[in-house]
């Protein structure tokens, strides 16, 4: 499509950045390898490249790139790859322009992948798992290139494709279209950069409160930057216990996406208490210091009885934590023993669960259980591809069928036996889908 060294770069599924610096022409270009980390290339492009690609971006996005407008954000599809690109030029780059790619991954990335490469464990996801049923509004935080588009797209897997979605992004990271291929109903929405001035795209605020007006749907942003909090503040408060509202937002902490949402984005204390989970996902540097591994790090309710500061008044209240030396995300005292506001109201309004913990925690850790199920059966078997989308999807629409019928059966939710019958399943489906894959 006429990008010629970045078409090759971006083949390579285990190349994460790719980052080119001015003045082109006279200096290499740098990526991030899944492997070796931060690695310098051989590779050095000329400024006609440079030039050329600027010129095409442009093109591709309908997005100004000059001395008025030197920043341009877009995406870049190629056979093989897609990324998101940050192009920045004069006078804001002396040297001319500079680029930088993040590489996506050509799949959805789902809760059991993130369970293979430890980036969190069965019990965290199955948490997760229950709570995306729940119909909870949830935050993804953490730092840049820690993860946190790679899992909020994995939450949109858990939904139920009986659910629309609407996703709300300024440059396209989502994986839509690989989902529509899988039957969901889901529409994006393209909004305008937080960067960009003017032209003919609507602001990122604007597409949240139209995506109010477009049926019951879950909501899924993109990233939270600027005005657009409050309108999803907005979007949360409506749709607290009707659909998922989630998004990404860049914080350390429950407390640092706090103080961002509220004193740099300008949230009202009060709007904050609709937020119901917050995720952290970091990189974790290995003790020699050239590798980063990615860990969920906590998953934290926040409470609603507090006045001025959440922190203070004990809103925060961590459900799972990372432990660096066990290297699990673990249950903390409050999740076992049942201290936990929002789960109990989610449980409140199934007949089954209703002021019984025990079955609560024991629906819980049975999906803890099925996803563990599926990465070792993955492994046994020597089929990776039972970790992508196209098959989870079929997984959690066996357990949602699986559960029903033993409701029916047992009038209950018999754990043992939706376990038993799901491992049959997969033992069938999985031989059936590695012969038509």
Known sequence: VGFGLLEVLLK???IQDIVINGPIGQTPIFIVHQDYDDCVTNIIPSAVDGESWATRFRMISGRPLDQANPVLDTELVVPGGRARVAIIGRPLNPEGLGYALRRHRDKPWTLPLFIENKTINPMGAGLLSFLIDGSRSVLVGGTRSSGKSSLLGSFMVEIMRKFRIITVEDTLELPVKALRKLNYNIQPMKVR?????????????????????????????GEVRSKEALALYEAMRVGALANVVAGTIHGGSAYSIYDRVVNDLGVPRTSFKATDIIVIVN???????LHKIRRVLSITEVRKHWEDDPLKEGAFIELMKYNPITDELEPTDNLINGDSEIIKEI???????????DA??????????????????????????????????????AFHKISDVVLEKERKLDSKKILFRWNEWLKKEASNYATHS
């Open 12 to 14: 390579d599924e285990k």
């Open 347 to 357: 449980a409140s309004t199934v007949k089954e669960w209703a002021g019984d913990w």
């Open 193 to 221: 950069s937080a960067l960009s001035e003017g032209g003919t795209e609507l602001a990122a605020e604007e597409g949240i409160r139209t995506s109010l007006r477009l049926g019951d749907s879950s909501l899924i942003v």
């Open 283 to 289: 990189p974790i540097k290995t003790p020699d210091g």
């Open 360 to 397: 609560v925690w024991d629906n819980i850790q049975l999906r803890a259980d099925l996803k563990e199920k599926l990465v070792e059966y993955s492994k046994k078997v020597k089929k990776p591809e039972l970790l992508e989308a196209d098959f989870v999807v079929l997984a959690n629409d």
